[in-house]
């Protein structure tokens, strides 16, 4: 069974910066192309960024590039977002996936960021 756990999301201001993590168990996470998403009310969820197994290849959402990072442990099972600079568009709900879309293996049960002074 497919369980991913994400943590660290919160309340920031403008500018502020945040580090999501997310743990994953029951599929074999090195193997797998690890995604981050987010949905912000009234909106359809967004990719936000991918990187695939052992991390030759990464690839952001224009609208994040040069101020989110994205990265994994293998030996941990754990893939993380570095989220710098934030905006206040940048609040929504941040979903953990093993895999990318069309190819989901399971999603987590996310973890609100919101960006307001």
């Known amino acids: 069974q497919v369980q991913l756990v994400e943590s660290g999301g919160g309340l920031v201001h403008p500018g502020g910066s945040l580090r999501l993590s997310c743990v994953g168990s029951g599929f074999r996470f090195g193997l797998r192309t690890m995604s981050w998403y987010r949905q912000a009310p009234g909106n359809e969820r967004e990719l936000v960024a991918y990187i695939t197994t052992t991390s030759e290849t990464i690839e952001y959402a224009d609208s994040v590039k040069g101020r989110f990072t994205i990265s994994r442990d293998n030996a941990k099972k754990e893939v993380y977002l570095q989220m710098n600079s934030l905006k206040p568009e940048d609040t929504a709900v941040y979903y953990c996936?093993?895999?990318?879309?069309?190819?989901?293996?399971?999603w987590g049960q996310g973890t609100q960021v919101t960006v307001s002074l």
């Open positions: 996936a093993a895999g990318v879309q069309p190819g989901i293996l399971g």
